[in-house]
Every structure is written in structure tokens, then in C-alpha cells.
């Protein structure tokens, strides 16, 4: 599979279980988040390629998918998904606590969502 299709898949799926998480009797089962973590091991199996490419997910217009993109491209694009996670952490509910809380174990030094 392309990199460019697994970052579809990834913007796909994070924004699929965003949605189904605010949907009345949505399923529990978190299928989303295992097809877009899949899609995200797949791109760093790439190395810096794939990280490269999640980075276009960085000027994404929903800022559920540009936040956890950045998450997770905080070590590899630093200032860029800082700037991105500080603008989602201003807003409120579900995406901006997890944008406050993945900031924050970055400050600690506790953040972990791409190791070398």
C-alpha cells in the first residue's frame, strides 16, 4: 500500500472514531483506532518517509485529524505540531483535552507516541 493511501486510511479512521464516539449507541468496539494505529505502524515501518508523509494531515480542515497527526509527529516536526496541538488545545471538549494532555507529557518528558 502507498504511503499516500495509508495516510487516507489514517485521516479516515481518526475521523471515523470521532464521530462514532458522540454517536447514540455507537459500538464500544474501538475498530477506528486500531485501523488508523495500523495505518500509523505501517508509515513508521517507513521510517521518515512515512512520517514525511503524515505530515500533510498537519494542514488537515478537520482538527480532530491534525491533532492526533500531530501527536504523533511531535518529535519529528516539532514546532509545527506543537503550533498545531497549542491551536486545538484552545478549544473545547474531547479534541482539545487530548491536544492539553499529549502537550503536557511532552513538557514532562513522559511523551512516547514515536520512538526512535
Known sequence: MSSDTLVEHFAE????????IFQVGADPEDKHGDR???????LRARGNEGREALCILLK????DVRATAA???????????RAVLEEAAKGEGL???GAQQTLQ???EGVWDLDPE
Open 60 to 63: 488537515h480542515p478537520r482538527m
Open 71 to 81: 501527536a504523533f509527529l511531535l518529535r519529528y516536526r516539532t514546532a509545527e505540531a
Open 13 to 20: 479512521h481518526v475521523a471515523a472514531q470521532t464521530d462514532a
Open 105 to 107: 507529557g511532552w513538557e
Open 95 to 97: 479534541v482539545a483535552f
Open 36 to 42: 488508523y494505529i495500523a495505518a500509523l505502524d505501517e
